[in-house]
């Protein structure tokens, strides 16, 4: 699926009176993480809920082609270290839509799930996002 | 042996237990195969955590990340390795060596981080002094901003001495290489001048949507935070009520702590005006370059848009009618660490390229571009764009 049409069916997507919750990087890393810990009520606050939040698109493999999930990240440059767990949003794409890597910010809308999800007994996401909208 | 010896050896011996890493042990660990995890496991989080494992490592880890970049290549060492490593306090000699190495690499993409590990472990490491102190001084300038801010820490750190330079006077153009250089020093013990840590505390100034100032505020508040055992308010771009009183009550705080003078902050805002291009290159090589431009051709460079003059009228309109004719993706070649953005509007481009992929068309207009900038008497910022030109245009 294009990129193009892809705001088109995101839009359609949107339900009435899902009015996005505006967040951000300072809420979802405002506090200092250590696996199992319990997080912050802020930041609980916000699962599952329709979420828009900003920050810069990041595969999670180097590669290139477009992704059908990306990294949402608060560092353009990796200036302030690897980004940590709760730095870091896994984003997914509705199924069927793929797109390129945008450069700059870019604004992501979509529900948010908090929580840890582990693999192999190792924390490898705190925050996940359906990606509804990518600008 | 009698119930009481027995108890008796366990008392002893359970301290000696701590001594024994509870994870894995170094010489059995097959570390070719966690530093494969770290370089190329599919979640980040996987690799995130053999980055830790290889690290917590030391010395033993050290032959498989050689042999790893040697086939692989340097960089294909991801940056959270690099990092995990540097935030490890180990002072192991294999270590040590791979550190230095690195930080002297200009090609390493993580060498502004390695230069951070040793900067951090210097106090630690006496007979290394001879070595490191000429290291950190050969690149308090260097054009990378983290990695001379690293160099600089490294030589406070290691203290200075008659006939050395106190890295805190040397001249600084970006704003965040001034607070993250205090912020560093006050979590490594030392208390530099406050004031750029206050300073950025009511910085919101932004680069094309990003909040690099909230950033710098951020890292600012939470040094002087934890300096000072207080809360700070969060600076999350929002006011809040008793953000004012709150820094007041923190500068007077800081100052009776210090014995400093402190000023308080004043609002750091955006210059309001209709960029309508931009070029921006991160480059742990060769440094950072931030322009952009309005429509009648005046030129901002740097994070913070200082006004850098204007192009002659007839040569921007002859730039302008070239760049319309430039075709680019969204993205050229696979960006790592190092990359170049070129982002501007009729026709629309924001295109993302990789070292040694920009293509010939473009190259030519960013070299008519930097002859532009000499008339407009920018031969500072000439020299930027030629050296990345030098790293990204395609060969």
């Given at each position: 699926m294009s990129l193009l049409r892809l705001p088109l069916l995101l839009s359609l997507l949107a339900l009435p009176g899902d009015d996005p919750i505006k967040t951000s990087f300072a809420v979802l890393a405002g506090f200092d993480y250590q696996e199992g810990m319990s997080l912050p009520k802020?930041?609980?606050?916000?699962d599952e809920k329709i979420v828009t939040i900003s920050g810069f698109m990041q595969r999670e493999i180097p590669g290139s082609g477009p992704v059908d999930t990306f990294l949402l990240i608060n560092d353009a440059c990796g200036c302030n270290g690897t980004p940590k767990m709760h730095e870091i949003v896994f984003c997914t794409l509705p199924a069927g839509v793929t797109m390129e890597i945008k450069a700059g910010?870019?604004?992501?809308?979509?529900?948010l799930y908090v929580g840890e999800e582990k693999e192999d007994g190792v924390v490898v996401m705190l925050y996940q996002m359906d990606a509804d909208v990518v600008k | 042996m009698k119930p009481l010896h027995?108890?008796?050896?366990?008392?002893?011996?359970?301290?000696?237990?701590?001594?024994?890493?509870?994870?894995?042990d170094p010489a059995t660990t097959d570390w070719p195969k966690e530093v494969e995890r770290a370089c190329t496991a599919k979640r980040?989080?996987?690799r995130l955590a053999a980055s830790k494992a290889v690290a917590a490592g030391g010395g033993a880890a050290v032959p498989a990340i050689r042999a790893f970049a040697g086939q692989r290549g340097k960089n294909e060492l991801?940056?959270?390795?690099?990092?995990?490593?540097?935030?490890?306090?180990?002072?192991?000699?294999?270590?040590?060596?791979?550190?230095?190495?690195?930080?002297?690499?200009?090609?390493?993409?993580?060498?502004?981080q390695a230069m951070k590990g040793l900067a951090r472990r210097a106090p630690r490491l006496p007979d290394r002094h001879a070595t490191l102190a000429p290291l950190f001084a050969a690149h308090h300038d260097d054009p990378a901003w983290l990695t001379r801010v690293h160099a600089r820490l490294g030589t406070a750190l290691l203290g200075t001495t008659p006939g050395t330079v106190d890295p805190l006077t040397l001249p600084e153009t970006d704003p965040r290489a001034t607070s993250k250089l205090c912020a560093l020093l006050l979590q490594n013990g030392k208390v530099p001048p406050l004031q750029p840590l206050f300073d950025a505390l009511l910085d919101e100034r932004t680069f094309q949507g990003f909040p690099w100032g909230q950033q710098r505020a951020g890292e600012a508040a939470k040094a002087l935070r934890t300096w000072l055992g207080e809360d700070l308010p969060t600076q999350d771009g929002q006011s809040e009520p008793d953000k004012t009183a709150m820094i007041t009550a923190m500068l007077a705080n800081a100052s009776r702590k210090s014995g400093q003078r402190l000023a308080p902050p004043t609002p750091l805002v955006d210059v309001a005006v209709?960029?309508?291009g931009v070029i921006e290159i991160l480059s742990c090589r060769n440094g950072d370059l931030h322009l952009q431009w309005t429509a009648a051709g005046d030129l901002h460079a740097g994070i913070d848009a200082t006004s850098a003059g204007?192009?002659?009228?007839?040569?921007?309109?002859?730039?302008?009618?070239?760049?319309?004719?430039?075709?680019?993706?969204?993205s050229h070649g696979v960006v790592i660490c190092d990359k170049m953005r070129l982002h501007w509007h009729e026709p629309a481009v924001n295109a993302n390229v990789a070292p040694a992929s920009l293509p010939a068309p473009a190259a030519n207009w960013l070299e008519r571009l930097a002859q532009a900038l000499e008339q407009a008497d920018q031969p500072r910022l000439a020299e930027a764009l030629r050296a990345g030109l030098e790293q990204f245009a395609a060969r």
């Open positions: 802020e930041v609980t606050d916000l910010v870019v604004h992501v809308a979509g529900k | 027995i108890l008796f050896w366990l008392a002893c011996a359970t301290p000696l237990l701590a001594l024994i890493p509870s994870n894995q980040y989080g996987l991801p940056q959270a390795l690099v990092d995990a490593i540097v935030d490890q306090d180990t002072t192991d000699g294999p270590v040590l060596d791979l550190l230095t190495e690195w930080a002297k690499d200009r090609d390493f993409y993580w060498r502004a209709p960029f309508t204007r192009v002659p009228a007839p040569v921007w309109d002859e730039l302008s009618r070239r760049r319309a004719t430039l075709e680019l993706g969204s």
